[in-house]
């Protein structure tokens, strides 16, 4: 990569230049063919000649270089890819561009200019097409379904009896191009790749349950909670059949740091490939008050120069006035005193031709100087009242000027302010300057129009028919930037404390939008107490993604005695998800306890309860906390649901299996309690009714692939394994970019035999999902199975780690790690580790047992396994009386160990016969053929018996 304080060049290429397609981002955002955004058409030769030769100054060197660089062939070493332009604001980095872009323009340049400030990626990319549709080039195609994707996505908005989760969901899916994207706070359930940061898996489902019933199309459900990959493939697509892929691209991005996260990874991901492969000729420019990231940018290091811009040399500053007819030394001081030589300072006064008297007074503000050529005092009064609003309309202006459109045009006219199609911005730095001075000298005014300011878009967002959408969401947060300057000392601790928790349930980015309003509104209002607020907030969530770090900032705020009750509970509402995504479910259940006694009628706070009772393994407890609670009609099924999954959780199917069908009355259209159901009585066995609850939810809920699941299940279960993995693969194209379906279809083809393409998907998934023990532990079995011994230790104990609170899950895995000690020889250690478990039982008991006593046969130190044996005997007498273990292969196959454990082995020949009438699953007869084989290992004394059952493996 290339650093330059001052750019250098390197020799220019002879021969033909390459015509050139310039796409532009920038916050001015003025969408032309061949016009950058603050020119006008020229009325004169003179004005060409001033434009092209005298209005640029300073930067030469990096035009220079930038030019050179354009002539060069893609092929050639010294050809740079991606340019960036750092410093502050005002020092001339999106005059630069606007330099590149002509330099561009000048070798045949296409350009197109698009405001990239918002969070979505879905406006710049409809922009750029827009305009390169203009220009001549065919993206009739990408536009099209930008449109159909806007008109769905407002039908499902505006449908009626929308649940909590549907607008995070749809936001969600517009800003994050890939699945590489900065992750959002961690998530419980299986769809949980394209949903909002803070939703439960409740919320989750019943999002995409609605969304699915709105939409009914499943190529239209894709295209709404997939947006960018599928819009940015047709643009890439249209954009290679558009014929441009001999030219060269440049592609401008300004404002860069306030896109840095999702449209970053976007373009990323775009000049990578991942979209479809893009044309090799293209040039980026990079724009932003913050150099980019080395580490995330490190592809494109090799071709990659960096320009970081200062303020102009007295030298640049004197000859940008000089060309601009100002001759006079001490107004030029005075002008490079006032401005501290910052460009666009320099620039505005350069523009507004002072006399040498009207900057000769040095105590004059800087807005006064910058206004102070303007005779007409209305208009000067009317340029600091518009500068109040951080953007401007019609319908704004309204509020400050009897004759909006007649103020937009002249404000218009002003160097300072940028349009936007109907949007005006004034620049950072004058509309900073112009608020304090109007601050300082006409506080009640400011504060009253800020007061007007926020009433109005109050009234805007409560007029809203969607209240969740991005309009509303820019109303909201223009409401509490003007509320704050309208009266800042009015502003409670509290108020602030519950917006913050109101925002960090939005997630990372809706806080962030929060923190840089909180910032902005602390600066203009002048108030220290907002100030201090703020820069305290913006310390403790710099990282937003730092869950410890949120948990930490909402203990303050708990932990606080001067904080209202209300506020405590909002940050306990927000506290306890987040626990329980880092697994600390004792926090968790705390905090719902809490909230249950502040709540007592509610049936949320138990629900929450007995859910993390179960993450936490306490299975009964999790249905003890449930016990009394009651619910109106309405809610009954729900709090019904959550009941049934805490008797599963105890394998009290039977019982669930009566509620869940209770629930079903109440509430026949709810696929998820048809998809528990079918859980449930394919674990009592019941495999046919099993399937058809399956069939019912999907058929309830066509596109939602966690219905889907439920299947394959109970496909597995009754042994269509093709079938199953044909389902599997249905899911993960579905979803292609969720690790959950990609170990789904993982555990499918370990059943079907492919361990290889198993153990790949298997690697997808998250180190802080909630499935990362459970496939951890998967790619233990299969790498043991391969007798890949050490690869399954290292598997183990990564699962043993990620399952800290589940003590039944945490002595399976130590089961393992207890027989792999045991095929290794070491087998007082494996004797040691077995004894010291004690959660498992039925199944799970016979396997430990069986462990210890094969253990003690094969060691050569006397190992005790006399209790063992008794209780195995005893295990084995009882359980074909137990409800919850059918004629399923499961039960014959342990059957099988524990008669092999005690010699017994014609009974274990009859119960593995038994267990192969059962399964076709290649990964349980791989399972199968390891533990038989070290049958024969172990009791040697029958091992005509055991052969026959590997015989019977092999057919």
């Known amino acids: 990569m290339r650093h330059h304080a001052r750019a250098g060049g390197s020799p220019r290429v002879d021969g033909a230049a390459h015509p050139c397609l310039a796409v532009g981002i920038n916050d001015a955002g003025r969408h032309t063919r061949h016009v950058p955004p603050d020119d006008r058409p020229p009325s004169s030769l003179q004005d060409i000649l001033r434009r092209r030769s005298g209005n640029f100054v300073g930067r030469a060197e990096q035009t220079r270089e930038y030019r050179e660089n354009i002539t060069r062939g893609v092929d050639e070493d010294d050809r740079v890819f991606l340019y960036s332009i750092t410093g502050q604001a005002g020092v001339g980095k999106s005059s630069l561009m606007r330099q590149f872009l002509r330099t561009a323009e000048s070798h045949g340049a296409i350009s197109a200019w698009t405001d990239a400030a918002d969070d979505e990626i879905i406006d710049p990319l409809s922009d750029i097409c827009r305009q390169l549709q203009d220009a001549g080039l065919d993206f009739r195609r990408t536009r099209k379904k930008i449109d159909r994707y806007l008109v769905r996505r407002t039908l499902v908005l505006r449908a009626s009896g929308a649940p909590i989760g549907t607008a995070a969901l749809l936001l969600s899916a517009a800003i994050r191009a890939s699945s590489k994207m900065a992750k959002p706070l961690p998530v419980v359930g299986e769809i949980a790749e394209a949903v909002a940061e803070s939703a439960s898996q409740e919320n989750i489902e019943a999002a995409g349950e609605f969304i699915a019933k709105i939409l009914k199309s499943k190529t239209d459900l894709e295209l709404v909670l997939n947006p960018v990959q599928i819009l940015t493939e047709q643009f890439v697509s249209d954009l290679r059949s558009s014929g441009v892929e001999g030219e060269l691209i440049a592609v401008f991005v300004d404002t860069f740091e306030r896109r840095a996260e999702h449209f970053g990874l976007w373009l990323r991901d775009l000049l990578s490939g991942k979209f479809g492969s893009i044309v090799p000729n293209i040039v980026v420019t990079i724009c932003g008050q913050n150099p980019i990231s080395d580490e995330a940018w490190a592809e494109f290091q090799p071709v990659h120069t960096h320009f970081p811009l200062e303020v102009f040399s007295a030298a640049e500053a004197t000859q940008l006035l000089q060309r601009n007819g100002i001759f006079d030394k001490r107004l030029i001081d005075s002008v490079i005193e006032l401005t501290g030589r910052l460009p666009v300072l320099v620039g505005m006064l350069a523009q507004s031709s002072p006399s040498t008297d009207a900057l000769v007074d040095p105590t004059e503000t800087a807005v006064d100087r910058f206004l102070k050529w303007e005779s ?72 009253e129009a800020h007061g007007r300011l926020a009433a109005y878009f109050r009234r805007i967002r ?87 770090g949120l948990i930490a900032y909402l203990g303050r705020i708990i932990d606080d005695p001067r904080r209202e009750l209300l506020t405590q509970r909002s940050a306990l509402m927000e506290r306890a998800p987040l626990l329980e995504t880092v697994r600390s479910y004792d926090a968790a259940l705390a905090d719902y306890e809490k909230l249950r006694e502040m709540a007592e009628d509610s049936i949320i706070w138990p629900i929450a309860c007995s859910r993390v009772l179960i993450y936490a393994g306490r299975y009964d407890d999790a249905v003890r906390t449930l016990d009394g609670v009651t619910a109106e009609e309405g809610a009954l099924p729900r709090l019904l649901e959550q009941k049934a999954r805490a008797l599963n959780a105890t394998r009290r199917f039977a019982e669930a299996d009566l509620l869940l069908s209770e629930a079903i009355e109440l509430s026949p259209t709810q696929g998820s309690l048809f998809s528990l159901r079918s859980k449930t009585r394919r674990l009592l066995g019941r495999l046919d009714e099993a399937l058809l609850d399956a069939e019912r939810g999907i058929s309830l809920n066509p596109e939602n692939p966690a219905r889907i699941v439920f299947r394959i299940d109970c496909l597995e279960a009754l042994g269509d394994y093709s079938a199953a993995l044909e389902c599997a693969r249905q899911i993960r194209a579905m979803r292609p970019q969720n690790p959950y379906y990609a170990s789904v279809l993982a555990r499918a083809l370990s059943d079907t035999g492919d361990y290889d393409e198993a153990l790949e998907l298997f690697g997808q998934v998250d180190v802080n999902s909630r499935q990362f023990a459970d496939t951890m532990f998967n790619i233990g079995e299969l790498h043991r199975f391969n007798d890949r011994l050490s690869k399954a230790r290292q598997a183990y104990a990564s699962a043993l780690s990620a399952s800290d609170e589940d003590l039944a899950k945490r002595d399976w895995v130590r089961l393992r790690l207890a027989e792999l000690d045991r095929f290794e020889h070491r087998y007082a250690e494996a004797y040691e580790e077995l004894l010291s478990i004690d959660t498992l039982e039925g199944l799970e008991e016979i396997w430990r047992l069986y462990t210890i006593i094969t253990t003690a046969t094969v060691s050569k130190d006397p190992l005790d396994d006399t209790n063992e044996r008794r209780r195995l005997a005893s295990i084995l007498r009882d359980l074909p009386d137990r409800p919850d273990y059918e004629d399923t292969g499961s039960y014959h196959f342990n059957a099988a160990l524990g008669r092999i454990a005690l010699g017994e082995t014609e009974a274990a020949r009859s119960e593995f016969e038994a267990f192969l009438s059962c399964t076709r699953s290649a990964y349980t007869n791989m399972q199968a053929r390891v533990l038989l084989t070290e049958c024969v290992a172990a009791h040697t004394d029958r091992q005509d018996v055991l052969n026959r059952m590997l015989i019977s493996l092999e057919r």
């Open 462 to 548: 409560a007029e809203m028919t969607n209240r969740r959408g991005p309009d509303a969401r820019q109303a909201q947060d223009a409401y509490w930037y003007h509320h704050i300057c309208a009266a800042p000392s009015e502003i409670t601790l509290d108020q602030l404390e519950r917006r913050t928790c109101f925002m960090i349930s939005l997630g990372p980015t809706s806080l962030e939008g929060w923190v840089s309003t909180l910032r902005e509104a602390a600066r203009d209002s002048g108030s220290d107490v907002i100030q201090a607020y703020a820069t305290r907030l913006a310390a403790a969530t710099e990282a937003p993604q730092d869950v410890d």
């Open 376 to 447: 007409d005092e209305h208009r000067r009064t009317a340029a600091l009242k518009s500068s109040i609003p951080r953007r401007l309309n019609l319908d704004i202006l309204q509020e400050l000027s009897d004759d909006p459109k007649e103020l937009a045009d002249w404000l218009k006219s002003l160097a300072f302010v940028s349009s936007d199609g109907g949007t005006l911005k004034y620049h950072d730095v004058v509309r900073a300057s112009m608020l304090k001075v109007q601050r300082l000298q006409h506080p009640t005014r400011y504060h």
